[in-house]
């Protein structure tokens, strides 16, 4: 069973209502409210929560969940046709929000300005959302109403293409490592939290991401970062599909257990190797994001394009893997060239 309904997350200043649909699959249904639509669904199944575009230029994770409808309820789904599970199958209740931030999906931008939320230009920082509050607070609101009933949340993201395909959890959480393992990037990056997270954390407010607050409230969530913002590519959306359906194998929804997984395992965050000074950057011709890299491995150069001397050569400063590489030539003194996430595989 499909079910599918307009949900208004919050009013712009004009009157007008700031929109998205929200859509459930499976055994539970959406169904109208006193307060606009909720979720009815069997208290003993599963439920998993799906959204995407918090940040609007990370528009893959809309097409990966259009894909997944496709499979799930698609004219060949429909015909009985498809190759794969359906609707149908799905012993619980899959609940995805293809648009999570209309007002950031419009701009094409990561934030808003600060005419539509002076408090919080960053959606993905003010969960779990405030009724009373700023835009985002409300529109972060209304979809934790369905959020907080997951048993397992996926929180779709991209990153630019000099970023590698990666899964962030929470590092010391066995559930969320499981549900990022069961989603199946090759990379999966730790990040710390509360007492063991440094005061960077606490500073950039990284409480307020949904995949923390959820986690918090003891629902496992992971935020896969798939390549290419503002783009749809192919190979990422496939990637994301291929994740969900491992999700809903690991949660219960559908028969049989998620692909075993064999990566790697980072800390998030960590290294950067930064521009010493201005100039131009040439990152090293054969390094790639995803490549293994060891301290003092050479991975670029800057130079003054006037004279061109060359300002640094710029070495890894730790063993790790290169998970983003800058592509963007031109560097201000202390910008990152090089982000080298430390391998943590033991824990
Ligand atoms: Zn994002």
Request: glycine share 10%.
């Amino acid at each position: 069973m499909h079910t599918s309904r307009s949900l208004t997350l919050a009013r712009l200043p004009s009157g007008v209502p700031i929109r998205t649909t929200v859509h459930a699959y499976g055994e539970g249904e959406l169904v109208d409210g006193d307060d606009g639509p909720e979720l009815d669904a069997p208290g003993d199944a599963p439920v998993v929560y799906a959204q995407a575009a918090q940040h609007g230029r990370e528009v893959n994770g809309a097409a990966v969940l259009r894909r997944l409808h496709d499979r799930l309820v698609g004219d060949a789904a429909e015909a009985g046709g498809g190759d794969g599970p359906t609707a149908a199958d799905l012993a619980g209740t899959l609940v995805t929000v293809p648009v999570a931030d209309p007002l950031t999906f419009d701009r094409v931008s990561y934030t808003t300005p600060e005419s539509l939320d002076s408090r919080q230009p960053n959606m993905n920082r003010c969960w779990p959302g405030d009724a009373e509050g700023s835009l985002h607070e409300r529109m972060a609101a209304r979809l934790w109403a369905f959020a907080s009933e997951a048993d397992a949340i996926v929180d779709l993201h991209t990153g630019s293409p000099s970023m590698a395909t990666h899964t962030v959890y929470m590092r010391g959480d066995e559930a969320c490592r499981g549900l990022a393992e069961a989603f199946g990037t090759d990379l999966l990056l730790a990040e710390a939290a509360g007492d063991d997270a440094d005061t960077e954390w606490d500073e950039r407010g990284f409480a307020g991401k949904l995949r923390v607050a959820a986690t918090r409230e003891d629902i496992p969530t992971i935020t896969p970062e798939l390549a290419h913002s503002k783009e749809v590519v192919s190979a990422a959306v496939e990637t994301g599909v291929r994740g969900m359906f491992g999700v809903l194998r690991r949660e219960g929804l559908l028969d049989g257990d998620p692909d075993p997984w064999d990566g790697v395992v980072a800390r998030n965050h960590l290294g950067r190797v930064i521009a010493e000074d201005s100039g131009l950057f040439v990152p090293e011709p054969d390094l790639a994001v995803g490549d293994r890299v060891t301290e003092g491995d050479r991975v670029g150069e800057v130079f003054d394009p006037t004279t061109f001397e060359t300002l640094q050569v710029a070495c890894a400063d730790r063993d790790g893997i290169a998970y983003s590489v800058a592509r963007e030539a031109t560097v201000t003194a202390g910008a990152t060239l090089v982000g080298v996430a430390e391998r943590i595989d033991g824990e």
